[in-house]
């Protein structure tokens, strides 16, 4: 896997995208959905899919996207998707981070940091005092052929990525029995939202202005220091 250059990404697409304006929720889409993309591009793993049919016959049938129900030359359903869905959703989980927190800190000057490394229950600490969890992956990524792959179920939306949220806010929640511990994401489905309970403080679609602000102000209200 190449470096990928994840700091650069956010800076570069904050600058594009949202600088001083004011913030929208097509601007905080479009910021979220290249700062993906920009990662992807870096790593090279796009979703690819193979025939081994035609590999079978010593022919190399591969193409970008979805793999589809038959080999479009030999018509074989030998057709699989290429490995790349665990690279891909480690780029794209680390993009996502990258993006949430140089978001909360150039915008709200919020002091949002990475988790040291052996921490596992969540990626971003405003202070040692808040935790927040960033659950993010594109809904559609650009092929270097310029065809598009749409994929399934981003964000919150994929129910093993909620279940995994959930199990951290739990272990979290253990050795912290005050502190918030928000989830961030940029596709929310209609049952998770205004979703809490008493290990998820609050779930919030950052692709919405409204929601953003609506963290920041919670964030800002738990920071130590602030009146109860």
């Not at 079978?56 to 996207?65: E, I, R, V």
């Not at 489905?189 to 779930?203: F, M, Q």
Request: aromatic share 8%.
């Amino acid at each position: 896997m190449p470096n990928i250059r994840y700091n650069d990404i956010a800076a570069a697409n904050y600058s594009r995208f949202i600088g001083r304006t004011l913030l929208t929720n097509d601007r905080l889409r479009h910021y979220f959905d290249a700062c993906f993309q920009s990662a992807i591009d870096e790593a090279g793993c796009y979703p690819v899919w193979a025939c081994v049919g035609c590999i079978g016959n010593g022919k190399a049938t591969a193409a970008f996207g979805n793999a589809p129900r038959r080999c479009p030359i030999c018509e074989s359903p030998k057709v699989f998707e290429v490995a790349t869905f665990q690279s891909r959703a480690s780029v794209v989980g680390n993009a996502f981070e990258r993006a949430v927190r140089h978001l909360l800190t150039a915008r709200f000057e919020l002091p949002a940091t990475p988790t040291p490394g052996n921490t596992h229950t969540h990626d971003i600490e405003v202070t040692s005092a808040i935790a927040i969890e960033t659950k993010g992956s594109p809904r559609r990524l650009l092929n270097p052929d310029q065809s598009i792959t749409t994929l399934q179920r981003p964000g919150l939306e994929r129910s093993d990525t909620w279940k995994k949220a959930q199990a951290n806010a739990a272990n979290y929640r253990r050795n912290n029995r005050r502190n918030p511990f928000f989830i961030v994401s940029n596709a929310v489905p209609p049952d998770l939202v205004g979703y809490r309970s008493d290990d998820i403080t609050g779930i919030f679609n950052i692709t919405q202005a409204g929601r953003v602000n609506a963290l920041v102000n919670e964030v800002n209200a738990a920071l130590p220091g602030q009146p109860n």
